[in-house]
């Protein structure tokens, strides 16, 4: 399991970006973008200044995709802002001399949008989101945030109980392990001198809990096994989730966003069922059927060979090339050639991921490895396609 912030620090800069955000609802037409070294996201209201922007990578994808733009072309684009590269015209083109192409074509495609509206999410000086009018705002990752410690605490766990947090660009997250549910897993297909790793493995229940400002998903509480001896954690599928999805957004002559009580009095109603969607995910029966899942795979042998099956179970997951060494190695190094010891590896590798989106995302890959039907299961260890 990747390591993020401290509880503190977390608490701290979340503090920190909801004061320092700003939601910002704007005519399509009125929104350019311009190029000058840094591309920037202008907003032409009726001040005669414009409000200026730097724009995220996030930001530029769902502006892409609002523009109908394939991101490929667009990343493109932005690198060769005039195209000059890739159209192969003259030397002495001169049509956009002034104005690279890109914020031409871009802006114009925004122009004839006329009549509709777009909620740009800013922090620190950053245009990090680009959204619909009709996106929930009211789900703040600050409110997330105690409403969760509030829930953690009811569960009667504690800040020590909270194994890693973070807040990235795209998501909020929070993994919480009980000590009061615990089980083993006992390895059944280790090599012959294998010691001590054929004692049990002890694992506990836990929920990962994240949520998204950016679009990047929804208010989620999702079931996870935490191993101790090794950290590795698995992410099941969502246990529960409230998309960022409501009533159209007002705004004042500014572009603010107004909270009105209809809206404020739903958004807390979303909260307060944090406390539910956690006592789900540390329900008794579902660990218990859960852990013996695990227990099963722990009982199916490897039986093609380890590289081809590793190499399959990669491209069945959506692994990379470079994440799919990682598992290899692992799967070697802990010589348990099971679908749990593959599972194991998976969840390992995850720890080595270059971000923590990335990270928990490949922990939640392994835990597909107990959703799985047998069939599938049976496939996987014999290397199919």
């Given at each position: 399991m990747k390591q993020g912030r401290t509880l503190p620090d977390l608490a701290e800069e979340l503090r920190r970006q909801a004061d320092a955000k700003r939601d910002i609802l704007a005519p399509a037409e009125q929104i350019r973008l311009t190029t000058d070294g840094t591309t920037r996201l202008s907003l032409f209201g009726s001040n005669t200044e414009a409000e200026r922007y730097e724009v995220s990578d996030l930001a530029h994808g769902q502006i892409a995709d609002y523009?109908?733009?394939?991101?490929?072309?667009?990343?493109?684009?932005?690198?060769?802002?005039?195209?000059?590269?890739?159209?192969?015209?003259?030397?002495?083109?001169?049509?956009?001399?002034?104005?690279?192409?890109?914020?031409?074509?871009?802006?114009?495609?925004?122009?004839?949008?006329?009549?509709?509206?777009?909620?740009?999410?800013t922090l620190d000086g950053k245009a990090r989101a680009f959204l619909s009018d009709s996106y929930c705002v009211d789900l703040d990752n600050f409110d997330i945030f105690r409403m969760a410690a509030a829930a953690i605490e009811r569960a009667g766990l504690g800040p020590e109980h909270v194994v890693s947090c973070e807040v990235t660009e795209k998501r909020l997250y929070l993994k919480v392990v009980s000590p009061k549910l615990e089980a083993a897993v006992r390895p059944e297909n280790l090599h012959a001198g294998s010691g001590m790793l054929r004692e049990p493995q002890v694992v506990q229940?836990?929920?990962?809990?994240?949520?998204?400002?950016?679009?990047?998903?929804?208010?989620?509480?999702?079931?996870?096994?935490?191993?101790?001896?090794?950290?590795?954690?698995?992410?099941?599928?969502?246990?529960?989730?409230?998309?960022?999805?409501g009533r159209a957004l007002q705004s004042d002559d500014a572009g603010g966003i107004y909270r009105d009580d209809t809206r404020l009095a739903d958004a807390q109603a979303r909260l307060?069922?944090?406390?539910?969607?956690?006592?789900?995910?540390?329900?008794?029966?579902?660990?218990r059927s859960l852990v013996a899942r695990?227990?099963?795979?722990?009982?199916?042998?490897?039986?093609?060979?380890?590289?081809?099956?590793?190499?399959?179970?990669?491209?069945?997951?959506?692994?990379?090339?470079?994440?799919?060494?990682?598992?290899?190695a692992h799967l070697i190094e802990g010589v348990d050639l099971s679908l749990w010891g593959l599972s194991n590896a998976v969840t390992a590798a995850a720890q080595e991921a270059a971000s923590y989106d990335r990270a928990t995302e490949i922990e939640a890959i392994g835990g597909r490895f107990f959703s799985m039907s047998d069939a599938q299961l049976r496939d996987l260890a014999l290397g199919r396609p």
């Open positions: 523009a109908g733009i394939p991101k490929l072309f667009y990343d493109r684009l932005r690198a060769d802002g005039d195209m000059r590269s890739l159209l192969h015209v003259a030397r002495d083109w001169e049509m956009f001399e002034d104005t690279p192409l890109f914020d031409v074509l871009v802006s114009h495609l925004l122009k004839k949008k006329s009549g509709e509206r777009r909620l740009v999410r229940a836990g929920f990962v809990l994240s949520n998204s400002e950016t679009g990047q998903g929804a208010l989620s509480v999702r079931q996870v096994v935490y191993k101790l001896l090794c950290t590795n954690l698995w992410i099941q599928e969502e246990t529960t989730r409230q998309r960022h999805v307060l069922r944090i406390r539910d969607h956690v006592a789900e995910a540390l329900d008794e029966a579902r660990f695990m227990q099963e795979t722990a009982g199916i042998r490897i039986e093609g060979g380890v590289e081809t099956v590793v190499e399959s179970a990669s491209q069945r997951l959506g692994l990379s090339a470079t994440e799919k060494d990682r598992v290899l």
